[in-house]
Structure formats: structure tokens, C-alpha cells
Nanobody, 127 residues
Framework: QVQLVESGGGSVHPGGSLGLSCAAS????????MAWFRQAPGQSREFVAA????????DYTDSVKGRFTISKDNDKNTVYLQMSSLKPEDTAVYYCASDDTAWNIRPSINRDDYIYWGQGTQVTVSS
């Protein structure tokens, strides 16, 4: 069982920046693929970014490329999502997720491939 705890959400004006953190239990970030998803009111949960256990394989949804950066620190067992140039359409609850297969191939962008989820953290972008 992997426990994930997100932090760092909040409110920001358009064009601003926020950093999210996801603290994982055990040493999961060094062996499992990790990802960030988000869910806006009335919408389904969508993929945002993923990082492989090796820290090399990284993927982003098109709408955040060039604005968001996913990274991880194995020693702290933490995954990060740095968000800049935020837009109102980035407003959502952001969730951290982990798969459960050690040293899996390239991280998935599919929600169903992730087994463990955090409780989510709210990000609101408004003027």
C-alpha cells in the first residue's frame, strides 16, 4: 500500500506560479511511475504530467507543455509539479498518482493504470 499526500495548492492570479508536492510513503517514487492528474468541476479527471521511476521518461499533456514541470526527489520520496503562466482553465483539484509495478516501462497517461491516489489539492486561478 502506497500513501500519497499532496500539498501546495492555493489561489493565484492568471500568469502566476504555484508549486505542488506529493509525499509518498516507503520508497515508491524510486521504483514506481508517478503522475499528476486534475479534475475541474463537472469534468472527468484528466492527465497532466507523468515521470518514470528512472526520472528520465517524462510526459505532459499538450495544454501544459512549456508551463508545467514535473520532477522528483528520490531521497525525499517526493514528486513535484511546478506550474507557471497559470491560466483560469488550469483551475482544478490536482491529484498525485502512482502505479504499482516496480520498474515499469514508460509512464502511462491513462488514469486506469494508476493504482494509488492522493486526496487532491485545490488550485484556483482567477483575477
Amino acid at each position: 500500500q502506497v500513501q500519497l499526500v499532496e500539498s501546495g495548492g492555493g489561489s493565484v492570479h492568471p500568469g502566476g506560479s504555484l508549486g505542488l508536492s506529493c509525499a509518498a510513503s516507503r520508497h515508491s517514487v524510486s521504483i514506481f511511475n508517478m503522475a499528476w492528474f486534475r479534475q475541474a468541476p463537472g469534468q472527468s479527471r484528466e492527465f497532466v504530467a507523468a515521470i518514470g521511476w528512472n526520472g528520465v521518461d517524462i510526459d505532459y499533456t499538450d495544454s501544459v507543455k512549456g508551463r508545467f514541470t514535473i520532477s522528483k526527489d528520490n531521497d525525499k520520496n517526493t514528486v513535484y509539479l511546478q506550474m507557471s503562466s497559470l491560466k483560469p482553465e488550469d483551475t482544478a483539484v490536482y491529484y498525485c498518482a502512482s502505479d504499482d509495478t516496480a520498474w515499469n516501462i514508460r509512464p502511462s497517461i491513462n488514469r486506469d493504470d494508476y493504482i494509488y491516489w492522493g486526496q487532491g489539492t485545490q488550485v484556483t486561478v482567477s483575477s
